[in-house]
């Protein structure tokens, strides 16, 4: 198998990780411990989302739990509508190792 380039790798991180979710459940599942939550493409797998945070942020990841969190339900009188569906992953990193999320917000 080639080696992948650089700029590859990164591009496809990028695709991969949608964005970090800062939400009151996360922050306090981060602050019991070294844990963040994103939100991922539905189509990515726990490699491909542990390969993701390695190389964008360069933290050892111990693990990854996804969630695929079905869209609600939602009606305004006669509308009815869903909202959209997308999936979640929490990633466990290694002891010592930390990610600022809200740095650039």
């Given amino acids: ?22 939400t009151e459940k996360t922050s306090l599942v981060s602050e ?34 996804t969630i695929n969190c079905r869209g609600k339900l939602r009606r305004r009188g006669r509308q009815v509508g869903m909202t959209r569906s997308y999936k979640k992953a929490y990633v466990t990193l290694g002891p010592g190792q930390a990610i600022d999320v809200v740095e650039g917000l």
């Fill in 1 to 22: 198998m080639a080696k992948k380039k650089k700029a590859e790798v990164k591009k496809k991180s990028y695709e991969v990780l949608v964005r970090p979710l800062v």
């Fill in 32 to 65: 019991m411990g070294s844990v963040v939550a994103f939100e991922v493409a539905p189509k990515a797998s726990k490699g491909d989302i542990r390969e993701a945070v390695q190389s964008i942020f360069d933290v050892e990841v111990l693990g990854v739990n």
